[in-house]
DNA sequence: ATAATATTTAGATATTTGTCTAAATACCTA
DNA sequence: TAGGTATTTAGACAAATATCTAAATATTAT
């Protein structure tokens, strides 16, 4: 739960989730979307894969990043039996 | 969203918000079941405030803490919205 | 094999964060 | 009003974080 917590408290790394949302990327189409460098999109997309909310596939020399919703269901768990 | 996110982004605060949960509590008695200072509780409590997390009314010398579960829509709505 | 492209790793640095102790403030009671 | 209790504010400090540039690695194409 807190590596999830992590990695959704940075706007960066929630604006690559809704990127990713609408189709998968590779690295380099992610860092294109920020003023940010490589490096630091990779070092993002790192914390997002350790929390699970994404996963990154080889592709030739490209690395593809898909999103993984199914985690979030666990945060939804946690904010829904606290509401309750 | 990001002051949402940072406030949830530590444990201890949310298990502030769990116990507030259970039922409105002083800062002294959210200090006590915690093996932190009163004055890094009263930190925590006021990150918890500023994400409006809680809400805090003055009870004679005490400051009683209520959670406000409502703000919580808005993280659910975020999440919901990046599983569609 | 060489050169070009894509990505990650390493190392450095400034900022943010969580924690502490000491001091200040607010309220209550004798 | 003086003294005690509850809480917050201030200031310091170590650890974590986001960022950068330079270098390393992996793949493709000539």
Redesign the interface.
């Known amino acids: ?2 590596l999830l ?2 990695a ?2 940075d ?1 960066t790394r ?1 604006q690559i ?2 990127l990713l ?1 609408e189709k998968d990327r590779t690295a380099g189409e992610i860092a294109d979307a920020f003023n940010i460098s490589k490096p630091s999109i990779s070092h993002h997309l790192d914390i997002l894969k350790r929390a699970d909310l994404v996963s990154s596939k080889k592709k030739g020399q490209f690395v593809e990043y898909s ?1 993984n ?1 199914s985690i ?1 269901e666990d ?2 768990q ?3 039996t ?2 309750k």
Chains 1, 2 share one sequence.
Do not use: Q, S
Request: net charge positive; no cysteine; aromatic share 10%.
């Open positions: 739960m807190n917590f992590k959704l408290n706007d929630r989730l809704e949302k999103i919703t979030l945060v939804l946690w904010i829904i606290l509401k």
